[in-house]
């Protein structure tokens, strides 16, 4: 008997793991750790949203529904997407799948035979590479440095596509480094793609959370002659603080519809009638927590950024984006020969704060820590105090 390459190669999601071993000190020491580690808002899910679930169920909502989602939801992702991104999205081409990470892996098995090559952002969201090893597929890496604010060139992109790649993964705003992709390098990228065979697999999970006007989203799937061939993914999760609701959407070119809804179909058959029915809540109806959250992440953001640079030997850019500091610490790895998977561990240890060790993201986030900043200010403070005064004691750089 014998498990297969696949899945081998594919890693359980890091920050899941880290979880788990937080809330095991807690429970062996009874101390309260800092969560610094998952990605996910700190707030309940929006009244009216949740409300307009328990009006679905009252209503018994509560049967298997179109794969492809509910006309309704789908209409309401269409106009919300052709709003937002400047282009006419048909609700014919948009699929509704139990979370944005369902439909990378849909994506891959969609459009990889074994042996294809899929372009990936490195440091990137970890999900892309296992789902690309699970549809048979090779991870080709794409490099974001801190140098260049994270962007991706679009000569570094064209350097890497060959006759063998058959999707390119771009994420913006960006897990791991809050990076935020610009228009003009997109518009590049896109002229890239065009000259090849390739499908675009757009993640697009943090459009609203950006923080300044100059840093406003802009899909790749805007720039004329690409919207057939890419596909456009964003979803509840982050936006609404439904990371537990389980609720994606992409928009998908008509030639690939089919082939796509047939993965949600043979995996989850379909989405909650009644998790719908919150969705067009969420994108239609008033809810201003919504943007209450936003601004509580923005201040978050400057206060990890002020407070991490002042640590010795960590340093960071600031995020345009998301809610994720991606946090330099090569002085210290250097200095006491560490890895940041070693580091990360230290930090949960001595100092009880969980956060991911950048190596989880990709080869170029070995010098870095991700401290996810979507929880309180205290947490945060509490945190980065206890952080600061480890470095200071024990690994004075
Ligand atoms: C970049 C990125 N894409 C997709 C997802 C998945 O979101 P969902 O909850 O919709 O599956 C996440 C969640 O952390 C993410 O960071």
Not at 5 to 16: I, L, S, V, W
Not at 99 to 124: M, N, Q, R, S
Not at 332 to 337: E, F, G, P, T, V
Request: proline residues 6%.
């Amino acid at each position: 008997m014998q498990i297969s390459n696949r899945t081998k190669h594919a890693k359980a999601e890091g920050a899941f793991e880290v979880l788990a071993r937080a809330q095991q000190i807690e429970r062996e020491t009874g101390v309260k750790v800092v969560h610094m580690e998952i990605g996910e808002p700190d707030f309940p899910t929006p009244k009216g949203i949740v409300e307009a679930c328990k009006k679905s169920l009252d209503d018994g909502l509560t049967h298997y529904t179109p794969a492809g989602g509910i006309p309704e939801f789908r209409e309401a992702v269409a106009r919300h997407l052709s709003k937002t991104r400047n282009i006419t999205i048909d609700p014919e081409n948009v699929l509704i799948a139990a979370g944005g990470k369902l439909l990378i892996y849909a994506t891959c098995v969609t459009f990889l035979e074994p042996g294809d090559e899929c372009i990936v952002p490195d440091p990137g969201y970890p999900p892309y590479q296992s789902a690309v090893s699970l549809a048979g597929g090779i991870p080709i890496p794409l490099p974001l440095t801190e140098e260049n604010g994270y962007q991706v060139t679009a000569e570094e992109l064209e350097k890497r596509i060959t006759p063998k790649t058959k999707l390119i993964i771009i994420n913006t705003p960006q897990n791991p480094t809050g990076g935020v992709l610009s228009k003009t390098e997109l518009e590049k990228m896109a002229e890239v793609v065009k000259r090849s065979n390739a499908v675009v697999f757009s993640d697009e999970i943090y459009s609203d959370l950006i923080y300044s006007e100059e840093d406003k989203h802009f899909s790749i799937a805007s720039v004329p002659g690409m919207l057939d061939r890419t596909v456009l993914m964003d979803g509840m999760s982050k936006t609404f603080s439904m990371t537990g609701w389980r609720l994606g959407y992409a928009a998908v070119p008509h030639q690939f519809y089919g082939s796509m809804k047939k993965i949600v179909n043979n995996t989850v058959s379909c989405c909650p009638a009644f998790t719908q029915m919150a969705g067009i809540e969420a994108l239609e109806g008033n809810n201003p927590e919504v943007h209450m959250m936003w601004e509580h992440f923005k201040e978050r953001r400057d206060i990890i950024y002020t407070l991490v640079n002042e640590i010795p030997g960590m340093s960071m850019i600031k995020p345009k984006g998301a809610f994720y500091a991606f946090v330099n610490v090569k002085p210290i790895l250097d200095k006491y020969h560490l890895t940041s998977a070693d580091l990360a561990e230290i930090f949960l240890q001595k100092a009880f704060v969980a956060c991911l060790s950048g190596s989880i993201f990709g080869k170029q986030g070995d010098s870095y820590i991700r401290f996810s900043y979507a929880t309180s200010k205290e947490d945060i403070q509490r945190g980065m105090a206890h952080i600061k005064k480890l470095i200071e004691t024990e690994y004075p750089v």
